[in-house]
């Protein structure tokens, strides 16, 4: 029975450290279907999008992920995706970013900051 369930749990704990270390996005933006923007953290958990997004730095490039789950081109401040597309963007530095937001019911502005 040892002899099975070592490889086993050899297996398992290589496939949990590799996903662990895998390069997550420091933020995955949701836009669902009729426009409304979601932010998703790393466990699935969503909240509205906000007007201000704060973003932790991740290092030289930090990743922000588009999943644009709309019928309609959205665009998110400096980011934007096509109609069921699924985007990956990269933020060289940190800093303030900003523009327009369709996925906000009044059509506004977004500012990303990245800290």
Same mark, same amino acid.
């Given at each position: 029975? @040892?002899?099975?369930?070592?490889?086993?749990?050899?297996?398992?704990?290589?496939?949990? /450290?590799?996903?662990?270390?895998?390069? $997550?996005?420091?933020?995955?933006?949701?836009?669902?279907?009729?426009?409304?923007?979601?932010?998703?953290? @790393?466990? /699935? @958990?969503?909240?509205?999008?906000?007007?201000?997004?704060?973003?932790?730095?991740? /290092? %030289?490039?930090?990743?922000? @992920?588009?999943?644009? %789950?709309?019928?309609?081109?959205?665009?998110?401040?400096?980011? /934007?995706?096509?109609?069921?597309?699924? %985007?990956?963007?990269?933020?060289?530095?940190?800093?303030? !970013?900003?523009?327009?937001?369709?996925? $906000?019911?009044?059509?506004?502005?977004?500012? !990303?900051?990245?800290?």
């Amino acid at each position: 029975m @040892r002899r099975v369930l070592t490889p086993f749990a050899v297996l398992v704990l290589t496939a949990f /450290g590799t996903w662990w270390a895998w390069p $997550h996005p420091a933020v995955t933006l949701r836009v669902e279907l009729g426009g409304r923007g979601l932010v998703v953290d @790393r466990w /699935g @958990r969503t909240t509205a999008l906000p007007e201000t997004v704060f973003i932790a730095a991740t /290092g %030289r490039n930090t990743r922000v @992920r588009i999943d644009n %789950r709309d019928t309609t081109y959205q665009t998110l401040g400096i980011f /934007g995706a096509a109609a069921g597309s699924v %985007r990956n963007f990269s933020v060289p530095l940190p800093g303030a !970013y900003g523009g327009f937001c369709s996925a $906000h019911a009044s059509g506004g502005q977004v500012t !990303y900051v990245v800290q």
